[in-house]
């Protein structure tokens, strides 16, 4: 077998120096290469040549790579004449947020969130009761799905004055003053953190400025504006729309009347920074807000004065107001009321810019229902105590769900419940005490 391999294979070997030469008896040579022609080859660019590329000076790591052009996004602005308002706030997806716009008044951070209309998972919802609810909703008809749906709006605060906002605010729903619903909920429970996250998607300074406090709240974003335009002058862009407003306000006895209301309101819980009727500051009229063309208060921040010499001399100013306010609504005075005056003043100095000056017919509204609201909580002595019992339920009802600390809400609500008692017996004694004076 050896020897067949070899005779088929008949290979010579050559030594010539260090070269070993192996050729195969059975292959053929190559064939000599062809001779080649003398052509002359065209200079670039002549006769159509092509031009070779410059030769390269900068290696491949040298240059840069270059990012794409992205285009800017403009900047997101709420919709303040489409957006509507949330009818109740303990059903919130967070997952539906659209944006965050910080308010331009105010120190505080007041943020204006808008919701999508577009439904997503509830697996991440907070309650299993809104779930329940939303599962025994009854089906869309065709009319529904055709129907245009509108974003809502809530207004998120967050501030020192959460607290006290909070005892305000239940306080003016229970006596009947027009204010915005409202929740307060704990930063480090889990739908605030859920909420911080979305804030840090659309606004993240938003995110950083909440998360310094302990609590913020969630209020209903009311449809209107103030009573100069603020936040919402989209809606009243010119100074014609903005004596429409003021003429919707002032030229009709409810609403005049709603402000008096709130001026009593204000003298109880120590309210200083809206209408000026017994403090010696300009007030701020953009707490005033316009909904539905009636007068809503906001930023109900109880103030309680815990130093008893200034907490009697406020109870001594209240009773003067009274009485005066009761003597000359008798005759029909005007002219020279302290309460009056002080609210003439107040907006002049507001709306004189647009050419509204305060009738005194107003006026007369304004201090009539200044005491007829007085006169609704003074006929039973026991009935504003029973308000102030039914307040401190609510608050241990959000004390008992976590919603804040313990000693928060007793610090708190103990010292102001006793100052809210002491305004109101001053307003009560004076009130029974001019009316007796003016039947004389």
């Known amino acids: 077998m050896f020897q067949n391999a070899i005779t088929k294979l008949k290979k010579t070997i050559s030594y010539s120096g260090d070269e070993v030469a192996t050729t195969a008896t059975s292959v053929p040579p190559p064939p000599p290469p062809a001779p080649t ?24 790591w040298h240059f840069k790579s270059v990012a794409p052009t992205v285009e800017e996004k403009p900047e997101w602005k709420f919709d303040f004449l489409n957006c509507t308002t949330k009818q109740t706030l303990y059903d919130i997806n967070w997952q539906r947020m659209e944006g965050v716009q910080r308010s331009a008044e105010g120190s505080g951070g007041c943020y204006f ?123 009243a862009t010119s100074i014609n729309k903005e004596q ?38 300009d007030g701020n009229i953009g707490n005033l807000y316009v909904h539905n063309k009636k007068p809503y208060a906001i930023d109900n921040i109880a103030g309680a004065i815990l130093v008893e ?51 005194d017919d107003c006026l007369g509204y304004v201090r009539k229902g200044f005491l007829e609201a007085i006169e609704e909580w003074s006929e039973d002595e026991s009935h504003f105590e029973q308000v102030l019992d039914v307040v401190w339920k609510d608050i241990n009802e959000m004390l ?16 102001k419940k006793e100052f809210f008692l002491n305004n109101y017996y001053a307003m009560r004694r004076s009130f029974n005490n001019a009316k007796i004076k003016a039947s004389n």
């Open 113 to 235: 969130t808008q919701l999508g209309t577009k439904p997503t998972h509830t697996r991440n919802m907070i309650s299993r009761q809104i779930m329940d609810i939303w599962r025994k909703a009854p089906p869309q008809t065709p009319a529904d799905e055709n129907k245009v749906h509108k974003p809502e709006a809530v207004v998120i605060k967050g501030g020192m004055d959460a607290v006290q906002e909070t005892i305000g605010t239940l306080l003016a729903k229970r006596l009947g003053v027009r204010a915005s619903d409202f929740r307060i909920i704990p930063t480090k429970s889990r739908e605030g953190q859920l909420v911080m996250r979305m804030f840090k998607k659309f606004n993240p300074q938003a995110a950083i400025d909440i998360k310094k406090f302990k609590h913020f709240t969630i209020q209903q974003y009311l449809i209107g504006c103030p009573i100069l335009g603020g936040d919402g002058k989209d809606a």
């Open 37 to 60: 022609q003398n052509k002359t080859i065209p200079p670039p660019g002549a006769n159509g040549a092509p031009i070779p590329p410059p030769p390269m000076t900068k290696k491949w």
């Open 244 to 281: 429409k407003l003021l003429h919707q306000l002032f030229d009709r006895e409810g609403p005049c009347k709603d402000l008096g209301k709130i001026a009593a309101y204000d003298m109880i819980i120590n309210m200083w920074d809206r209408m000026p009727t017994i403090w010696d500051n």
């Open 309 to 359: 010499d200034k907490s009697n001399e406020h109870q001594l100013k209240i009773e003067q107001v009274i009485a005066t306010s009761v003597k000359n609504d008798a005759n029909g005075i005007i002219q020279g009321d302290d309460f009056c005056e002080s609210i003439r003043k107040f907006f002049d100095n507001n709306l004189s810019s647009y050419g509204y000056e305060i009738s």
């Open 400 to 415: 008992n769900k976590g919603t804040w600390d313990e000693e928060d809400s007793l610090d708190n609500y103990s010292t």
